[in-house]
């Protein structure tokens, strides 16, 4: 794993493949900064990540955008239920409710959760994927620590000084973007 690649340690489910996706967020297609930014800014401001002020600030910080096999997502999502107390009953009612059609173009990526999780906020995107039958999901995980360091200091840019992040910078003088403290 290249230095610049360690913020992936904090995903070790599918990391390996998550290495082989790994690109700056301003490489991604359209329907995956469309997750990012709805994740990150809320109301309008969603479509702010998108424009030319802010793309700039962020778009060399790490994603990994890959598609996996159902059946591996698929596993990990019933390791994870079983963990947290869930079973296949369970798992199998949610995926029958969620038998809608969408059109497969363009598929917005289920967003991966950092740890121990599987996925921040994409469960019903998951079932939808799988329920339709689709061999493959994709996957999206972001650098969050990065991309809301960028941000803040571009709001901090914006609004005049921010007095929580200098004090931020005195406690971790040496902190590098993206590496794990």
Known sequence: MAS??????RYPLFREALFH??????????????????????GGGARDIAG?????????????FVELPMSLVDQ????????????????NAAI??????????????????PGQGV???????????RA???ITVPVLAVDWFTLYERIARMLEGENGANPYLHALDDRWPSRAPGLIE
Do not use: I
């Open 132 to 134: 339709r039958g689709d």
């Open 21 to 42: 996706g790994a690109m700056p967020l301003g490489a991604l297609p359209p329907q995956a900064h469309a997750v990012v930014a709805k994740r990150v800014f809320a």
């Open 4 to 9: 610049s690649d360690t913020w992936l340690v």
């Open 119 to 129: 996925f921040l906020d994409s469960w019903m995107r998951f079932l939808v994927y």
């Open 76 to 91: 990990a999502v019933r390791s994870h239920c079983v963990l947290d107390g869930g079973d296949d009953a369970s798992l």
């Open 52 to 64: 030319n002020v802010a793309l700039h600030a962020v778009s060399d910080v790490c994603v990994a």
């Open 96 to 113: 029958g409710e969620a038998r809608l059609h969408y059109p497969r173009v363009a598929r917005p990526p289920c967003l991966l959760m």
